[in-house]
């Protein structure tokens, strides 16, 4: 059961700067580029929902982890579990509301015809899930880089006490 926690606690960095990278990756590379190249735009709605789904279950993955890990340190602190909590609780909120929310929406808006009053009330309801799923992401990523200075931060500090 040591070497379990010792394992977590020495994955915490790793993952936080991995799920770091891979947010900026889909949100800046991989999804405006399957919009770009797509002319269709059901489809792309359809492939960008298949990305961020698989992405949102890795992301409860990394945010397991890294709470479970910064629970097994020997020194921790209420920012750095309180962080981890967060992180975790972003992942659960992409996965089962906001992913789900925006697919359903798409399509009632490909089953709705244009001319329809609803189709604009859908339209809007779709722009605002999109802008709250950005708005949620980049606040994930200063968290994310945040948590990775407190714990950089802290990892000196104890290489430092050790060599003393």
């Not at 059901?42 to 709470?67: D, M, S």
């Not at 972003?90 to 929406?105: A, E, H, K, N, R």
């Amino acid at each position: 059961m040591k070497t379990l926690k010792s394992i977590l606690v020495e994955m915490i960095l790793p993952f936080i700067v991995a799920w770091f990278f891979m947010t900026v990756l889909v949100d800046i590379v991989a999804v405006p580029t399957v919009f770009r190249n797509i002319s269709n735009l059901e489809e792309g709605g359809k492939i960008g929902l298949t990305i961020f789904g698989a992405f949102n279950r890795i992301e409860i993955f990394l945010g397991l982890v890294i709470l479970f890990g910064t629970i097994s340190m020997k020194e921790k602190s209420k920012l750095m579990i309180s962080g981890a909590v967060v992180l975790l609780v972003f992942s659960l909120f992409y996965t089962f509301f906001m992913t789900p929310m925006i697919g359903d929406t798409s399509i009632q808006i490909h089953l709705t015809a244009v001319t329809d009053p609803q189709y604009e009330i859908l339209k809007k309801q779709h722009r605002t899930y999109h802008e709250l799923y950005r708005y949620f992401d980049t606040t994930k990523l200063f968290i994310l880089l945040g948590f990775a200075a407190i714990l950089t931060r802290f990892n000196i500090k104890r290489m430092h006490k050790e060599c003393v």
